[in-house]
């Protein structure tokens, strides 16, 4: 990969690359880009620009360390490209699974489906257990339902089937149970309420049962509308749950990383996909609060506390230490801390994608700045002292004017943030020959 990326500037030439918008490309979302709308995405277009700028073949590896919805992985798939990708949300690992299912699959994944439903009809007892996650959000009978449909694809999803045409059977549950809970979203896309006992979505089982099947078939439309290259063989990809501060895989032996590390603007990932979670068996709100923690960006306290390194940089260690002397409440008690361990992590998984890359292999990660009361987070300045402390070479910064974001999203917001627009920056790293 000998590409290299240039701010667009007036005074850019003809030859010189120039990133489209990571988000705002202008290219309606299709097919399997539409199965889980994902707030912090970017767009596939942008993946398909960087793979196509840098040279990528059948005989590189490209890895995007915060996978989420599974763009970087479904781009690459489709070109031809291997991939890996890593996501610490089981659930968001399952819907990048899902969108590497291949038209040519289709027939195939419709068949398991059919199936499947078949046998969940044919259920007629399902025990509710009492601690279900899901009854926070469905009565008993809706919730029988989705277990009937889990059960079903357990059974009938054995060893002979591969894991992505699994994963497209639980994503189609994923959608039908967000789509009965509309009422509960708000304006915020990261946020879902939680409600009230009196409140709990009501159904019946056959009406749970139609709603999965009809979102099945429509995600099966999508696939075989999709235009196929009988020419072009399968690229390996692996995905994975797995932390970005410890990736699985071997040192130099990645040929590109594409990703954006969550936003420090204290979105809960986790919480956002609560429901989903619930279906598989976690409670984010007791037991499982350890996924919680582990989340890079996650608004909960760890109880072990890293302290400021000098490596994260003059810009880092001036902010944090602007935020320890804020006068507001929780400055220091609470949101030093958050700060804290977002940077603390966020160092870590340079270090690892500066290891797992190959020499002369590129890192593009797409970052946005954000505001602590009138104290500016200027990430992307950020994200560039601590990649060159680490060894990275900076090829190239190029900014972009975001339109929608959580300042402007929550109408309590403080006018000054609003003022003050965010940038996303997409930061070209090479690692030294």
């Known amino acids: 990969m000998t590409a290299s990326l240039l701010k667009a ?18 290219v309606p979302h299709v097919g399997r880009m539409t199965w889980f709308p994902y707030y912090a995405g970017f767009s596939s277009v942008f993946v398909d620009s960087v793979l196509r700028d840098l040279r990528c073949s059948s005989k590189t590896t490209v890895c995007d360390p915060w996978n989420g919805a599974g763009t970087t992985t479904q781009t690459a798939f489709d070109a031809g490209i291997p991939s890996i990708g890593f996501d610490l949300n089981p659930v968001m690992t399952r819907v990048a699974l899902a969108r590497t299912v291949s038209a040519q699959s289709a027939g195939v994944t419709a068949e398991q489906h059919r199936s499947l439903i078949s046998d969940a009809r044919r259920r007629r007892s399902q025990k509710i257990h009492a601690d279900d996650p899901l009854r926070v959000w469905f009565t008993d009978d809706v919730v029988r339902g989705i277990r009937f449909v889990a059960g079903a694809i357990n059974e009938s999803c054995d060893t002979t089937v591969e894991r992505n045409q699994k994963a497209l059977h639980e994503t189609a549950v994923f959608r039908t149970m967000k789509a009965m809970l509309t009422p509960f979203r708000s304006s915020n896309p990261t946020w879902i309420r939680r409600p009230e006992s009196n409140q709990r979505v ?6 749970f049962l139609d709603a999965y099947d009809e979102t099945a078939q429509s995600m099966f439309a999508d696939l075989r509308d999709e ?3 009988t020419t072009m063989s399968e690229p390996s990809v692996w995905i994975e749950t797995a932390s970005s501060l410890k990736l699985p895989v071997k040192e130099c032996s990645i040929h590109g990383v594409i990703g954006s590390p969550p936003y420090c603007t204290r979105i809960d990932y986790a919480v956002t996909t609560s429901v989903e979670l619930a279906y598989l068996g976690y409670d984010i709100t007791s037991s499982e609060r350890s996924m919680r923690h582990s989340m890079t960006g996650t608004s909960t306290i760890r109880p072990k506390q890293p302290k400021i390194l000098d490596a994260w940089g003059t810009t880092c260690c001036t902010f944090l230490n602007a935020i320890r002397r804020h006068p507001s409440k929780a400055s220091e008690s609470y949101y030093l801390k958050t700060h804290l361990q977002y940077f603390d992590d966020l160092y870590r998984s340079l270090q690892e994608i500066f290891r797992v890359l190959v020499r002369s292999g590129d890192s593009l990660l797409v970052v946005q700045d954000s505001y602590y009361k009138e104290l500016h987070n200027d990430l992307p300045q950020i994200v560039a002292e601590i990649g060159t402390a680490i060894g990275f070479q900076l090829e190239n910064r190029q900014d972009f004017p975001v339109t929608l974001d959580m300042a402007r999203v929550n109408p309590k917001a ?5 003022t003050n627009r965010p940038v996303e920056s997409v930061i070209h790293f090479k690692k030294p020959k």
């Not at 403080?414 to 609003?418: K, S």
């Open 9 to 26: 500037t007036p005074d850019t030439q003809p030859d010189q690359v120039v990133l489209p918008n990571p988000k705002q490309n202008g």
């Open 202 to 207: 009501c159904g019946t089982v056959r009406g």
């Open 227 to 229: 235009a196929v290259d």
């Open 414 to 418: 403080n006018q000054r943030r609003i």
